[in-house]
């Protein structure tokens, strides 16, 4: 079975930094896009950022500029640096992977989820 598992949460200052990571395991074919969303309580899911396995990248509009998501293909593994921390970034960050499983199957999976707090 495939499982994601989060790291990195926690609480920071405004305008402070946090690494979140997010490794993925099991019997993986391949990578599709690994991406993080953001949910905030009384709020929907939301797309953070997202890289594909080629590379390209996608930010909202808040985070641009400020977040920086990266990828390390041999360790199935998506990093998201958060920069210039602010208190609207409050929520829990899912980790999303998109994975063949074999060459015919492609599934989206989900991280637990890593609370992330901003505040004074």
């Known amino acids: 079975q495939v499982q994601l598992v989060e790291s990195g949460g926690g609480l920071v200052q405004p305008g402070g930094s946090l690494r979140l990571s997010c490794a993925a395991s099991?019997?993986?074919?391949?990578?599709?896009?690994m991406g993080w969303y953001r949910q905030a309580p009384g709020k929907q899911r939301e797309l953070v950022a997202a890289i594909t396995s080629g590379g390209s990248t996608n930010y909202r509009d808040s985070v641009k500029g400020r977040f920086t998501i990266s990828r390390d293909n041999a360790k199935n593994t998506v990093y998201l640096q958060m920069n210039s921390l602010k208190p609207e970034d409050t929520a829990v960050y899912y980790c999303?992977?998109?994975?063949?499983?074999?060459?015919?199957?492609?599934?989206?999976?989900w991280g637990q989820g890593t609370q992330v707090t901003v505040s004074s």
């Open positions: 999303n992977a998109r994975l063949l499983l074999t060459p015919s199957y492609e599934y989206d999976y």
């Open positions: 099991g019997s993986i074919f391949s990578i599709t896009a």
